[in-house]
């Protein structure tokens, strides 16, 4: 015991450390940051009989990963059950579902301990704490930094917040739709729902875990690369870790962290660092200073094109940004799925090629009862909740993994290659439905098909964001190639797949999957209300988003696998130099950081977690009426406010409080409803009630809409300054709040 404890000492002594920075940096917020953190730990370690047997080729034995697979078990099963009416969308639901998971994994425990089945990362503490601690380091720096913009203000983040407010609320799922409050949310709600799903496992404040939620996910966003890439770099090293060689796969899975959830791109490079030092040299001053939004708005924008504008975002610009969308809570699970999938093909390669002679109905049932791929499937049905886009890119990836598994199984026999790849791609196809009808048969689509672009990027650009993750994915793909086609007699595909090893081909796969999201938006997009001027922008985001994930755990890998194993000196020249371009964009996030943050180097400017901070410093006038709301007004009865255009601050009432009003961001409504009419109504109609001098009308849209309360704040007055009929708003019921200073009331309607 004693020689275990001097063993650790290092890792304890660096716990202790990060316990006492973290008080130190989050003051009173450290408390729930506790909380959330020990909360995936112990759900984690009780979800390590099932993670430890999908990742058993792992050396942690997927330690870092059960904390997401806890998360979207119970997770989703609560929502599952609830969604079918089966049960309330409560704490106490949420806490008994989650016990009740426990309960089943600890009964799978008992029969693996009878079975002598490992499922623990038995003699490997020391690796579990550094993980943690890793977990822990950049879950805390995210939180500190997110602590210096706390505010859900601004770009999309009423619409994220409202929905966590409008949860919070609702004991059904989907909840009432807070900016259409006839209807329920049409909208991928799933992202915001685990953050309301932890939030009441925790007994947490809402105001604070929109802003936990954001920083957990940034740090899964660092850890499951560091995982998946370590891992293929030990597998790739086998037998030959002497030396320095022992540390590269820990470094490898520390650059593919960097990667995918701190570095920028090349355009930072370009045109934040090489352009002003150019336009220095020629005694050019430098006439405006970088803002970290250009490297996600460049097609379109720089030089302007008014017919294509486009978006292709990544992680980091998000993390930094603060918005909680589903594109951003899923980075969590499609990581987690690319590493489960990473682990089945370890477990398969491991296992060998399908024996010749077998039962067919044995045969075709071991195809389909595979638990890596039942949990892919569902996994890609909850990205129809979280994020459709995902299923569609990941279905594509899982399939990619099929087939190549598939190839080396059944040892090139295409027509039992192809049959197996096919059952087992409808077996998905049906799981992944089946599991999320509750969703879809709530839910209206909001895209109008697919058409053939009819603009396209200048070639430079796409050279400057994909240059450098292409160059090194080709680099890596023509250096295995190279390896083993040399000497190779009898060439086929089957012999080349068979040559080559696991991890070199999952990295083949992620670069390829990358190259071909890249590829698309240049040829087709998906058609919606953004048609005029920005058509493929919805598309290139979506696309490239996971584009830039995967090509950052493959880079993460392709540099050190070509640095250490190839004999080419051009590939390891080549692929060092890469390094240098990749740790350059790191500098984009000091640059955002200082930019949106500020001085993150003062603790004392730290500010909180809390979002809605901004209603003092906004909305002043009408600050005290919201935050009477929030707090005296239970369940979700319609509260009417001006409505507004989308990006503004029309909407703070029902943003801050969860509670529906009529009708909320035009645009939002527009995309979600895809109805123009009945927006225009609606929009009419809550002008009438706040201008008119008929009575009888007013009673009549009041009845029609169910409002019980008439809001009337800073929003309304500037909207229709003198047109607003105070003395007919506030004969309609009594006056439940009033401030006599800033002239905003509050009518509870008769």
């Excluded at 007055?717 to 905003?744: H, P, R």
Aim: proline share 3%.
């Amino acid at each position: 015991m004693k020689t275990k404890i001097r063993e650790t000492l290092p890792e304890i002594i660096a716990a202790v450390i990060l316990a006492a920075l973290s008080a130190y940096l989050l003051q009173g917020d450290v408390w729930t940051f506790w909380t959330w953190w020990l909360l995936a730990l112990f759900m984690g370690m009780v979800a390590m009989p099932l993670t430890g047997r999908l990742f058993e080729g792992f050396e942690d034995k997927g330690w870092l990963f059960s904390k997401v697979l806890a998360i979207a078990v119970t997770g989703f099963l609560t929502w599952f059950l609830v969604a079918l009416e089966i049960l309330s969308f409560t704490a106490a639901v949420c806490i008994g579902v989650s016990v009740a998971c426990a309960v089943v994994c600890a009964v799978v425990f008992h029969i693996q301990l009878k079975k002598d089945i490992e499922c623990y990362p038995t003699g490997k503490i020391r690796l579990i704490i550094r993980e943690e601690l890793l977990f822990f380091g950049i879950f805390l720096m995210w939180t500190y930094l997110a602590g210096f913009r706390p505010q859900a203000y601004g770009t999309e983040k009423f619409m994220d917040y409202g929905f966590m407010e409008a949860m919070m609320r609702s004991t059904t799922l989907p909840a009432r739709d807070l900016w259409y409050s006839e209807g329920t949310i049409n909208y991928y709600y799933g992202g915001q729902y685990f953050a309301v799903f932890l939030t009441k496992l925790t007994g947490s404040r809402v105001e604070v875990t929109y802003n936990l939620m954001r920083t957990f996910v940034a740090a899964f966003a660092f850890v499951f690369p560091f995982s998946i890439v370590r891992q293929m770099m030990k597998d790739r090293l086998y037998g030959r870790m002497e030396g320095r060689k022992k540390y590269l796969p820990s470094v490898a899975g520390v650059t593919a962290g960097v990667a995918v959830s701190i570095a920028g791109n090349v355009h930072y490079i370009v045109y934040r660092c090489v352009i002003p030092m150019i336009q220095k040299l020629k005694g050019v001053e430098e006439t405006e200073s970088y803002w970290f939004p250009d490297a996600t708005r460049y097609i379109g924008y720089n030089p302007v094109n008014e017919s294509d504008k486009t978006i292709h975002e990544f992680p980091c610009y998000s993390f930094v940004l603060g918005d909680l969308h589903a594109h951003v809570v899923n980075v969590m699970f499609v990581i987690f799925l690319v590493g489960l999938l990473y682990a089945w093909m370890k477990m398969i390669r491991k296992r060998g090629s399908e024996p010749e002679k077998q039962d067919p109905r044995d045969f075709w049932l071991r195809q389909l009862l595979m638990p890596h791929i039942i949990l892919a499937a569902v996994l890609l049905g909850m990205f129809q909740w979280t994020n459709y886009w995902d299923f569609v890119i990941y279905f594509v990836v899982t399939g990619g993994v099929l087939l190549f598994v598939n190839i080396i199984r059944f040892e090139g026999k295409t027509v039992r290659i192809l049959a197996v790849t096919a059952v087992q791609a409808v077996e998905i196809i049906a799981v992944s439905y089946l599991v999320i009808l509750p969703f879809t048969l709530k839910f209206d689509t909001m895209v109008q098909g697919v058409a053939l672009a009819q603009h396209h990027s200048l070639w430079y650009q796409l050279v400057i964001l994909w240059g450098l993750p292409v160059i090194l994915t080709v680099l890596l793909i023509i250096s295995i190639l190279m390896e083993k086609l040399k000497g190779m007699k009898k060439k086929s595909l089957y012999r080349l797949m068979e040559a080559v090893s696991i991890p070199d081909l999952f990295a083949i796969i992620m670069g390829l999957c990358a190259i071909g999201l890249i590829v698309i938006p240049e040829l087709v997009y998906v058609r919606d209300i953004y048609e005029n001027g920005n058509a493929r922008a919805n598309t290139m985001f979506k696309l490239t988003y996971q584009a830039y994930i995967l090509f950052g755990m493959t880079m993460g890998y392709g540099i050190y696998r070509l640095i250490a194993v190839s004999k080419q000196k051009i590939f390891r020249i080549l692929s060092g130099a890469g390094l240098v371009v990749l740790i350059w964009t790191v500098g984009y996030f000091g640059n955002a950081v200082h930019s949106w943050f500020g001085e993150v180097w003062d603790p004392s400017q730290y500010q909180g977690l809390d979002a809605t901070t901004f209603l003092e410093s906004d909305f002043p006038q009408d600050a005290a009426a919201i935050r009477w709301l929030k707090e005296n007004i239970e369940g979700a009865p319609v509260v009417l406010e001006a409505n507004g255009d989308s990006y503004t601050g029309y909407e703070r009432v029902s943003a801050s409080t969860g509670l529906p009003t009529v009708l909320g961001w035009y645009v939002h409504e527009w995309l979600w409803r895809n109805d123009v009419p009945d927006l225009n109504e609606k929009s009419a109609d809550i002008e009438t009630i706040y201008t008119s001098a008929d009575e009888e009308t007013v009673k009549e849209l009041i009845r029609r809409y169910d409002i019980s309360y008439i809001f009337v704040g800073g929003q309304e007055q500037e909207k229709y300054g003198t047109a607003l009929n105070d003395s007919l708003l506030q004969s309609l019921g009594s006056i439940v709040y009033e401030d006599d200073m800033t002239g905003t009331y509050i009518v509870k309607v008769n």
